[in-house]
């Protein structure tokens, strides 16, 4: 049983410089050091004629685990977070180290008369028997209040960039 999330993020540039701004090295290493957790680093960054790839690395420390994860993964939780853009939005696939399930989902950057909104579909799928779904919900509530640190972050960031 996979569990599913929907977000949108409005930002008030074009998709094409949003686009640019998410895979720059500088911003990834700005919004790791701000919002990554402990040890966050930017692992690999790559360019090709499909678009740029990021691998990230993220912690969440072991207090912000619930308890009943924190029983079968004590010691916090490192994510491997891989982000694929290409000239329409892209895709996301990140995995626990350690620990079963992944969490994958497709992006969208679409134009709006304000700039742009940034939509993202993701799915959780613990694999657990019987806690899976509680796992599930631990996950997608955490990467939704993830995300909406990580877009305040860049709202903040593209305003510290404007004013340089």
């Given at each position: 049983m996979a569990s599913r999330l929907a977000l949108q993020h409005r930002y008030p540039e074009?998709?094409?410089r949003i686009r640019e701004v998410l895979t720059d090295r500088e911003y990834l290493r700005d919004k790791?050091?701000?919002?990554?957790?402990?040890?966050?680093?930017?692992?690999?960054?790559?360019?090709?004629?499909?678009?740029?790839?990021?691998?990230?690395?993220q912690a969440v420390p072991e207090d912000a685990v619930p308890s009943f994860v924190r029983a079968a993964l004590p010691?916090?939780?490192?994510?491997?977070?891989?982000?694929?853009?290409?000239?329409?939005?892209?895709?996301?696939?990140a995995v626990v180290d350690?620990?079963?399930?992944?969490?994958t989902g497709v992006m969208h950057l679409e134009p709006d008369a304000a700039g742009c909104v940034l939509g993202a579909e993701l799915t959780a799928?613990?694999?657990?028997?019987?806690?899976?779904?509680?796992?599930?919900?631990?996950?997608?509530?955490?990467v939704a209040a993830l995300m909406e640190t990580?877009?305040?972050?860049?709202?903040?960031?593209?305003?510290?960039?404007?004013?340089?």
């Open positions: 074009p998709p094409e790791l050091r701000a919002v990554g957790g402990p040890h966050a680093e930017l692992m690999s960054w790559e360019r090709d004629e499909r678009g740029v790839t990021v691998v990230l690395h010691g916090g939780l490192t994510i491997r977070r891989t982000e694929t853009w290409n000239s329409s939005g892209g895709s996301v696939h350690g620990a079963p399930g992944t969490i799928d613990a694999g657990l028997p019987l806690i899976g779904g509680k796992v599930e919900k631990a996950i997608t509530d955490g990580e877009y305040r972050f860049t709202l903040e960031w593209l305003r510290n960039s404007a004013a340089t």
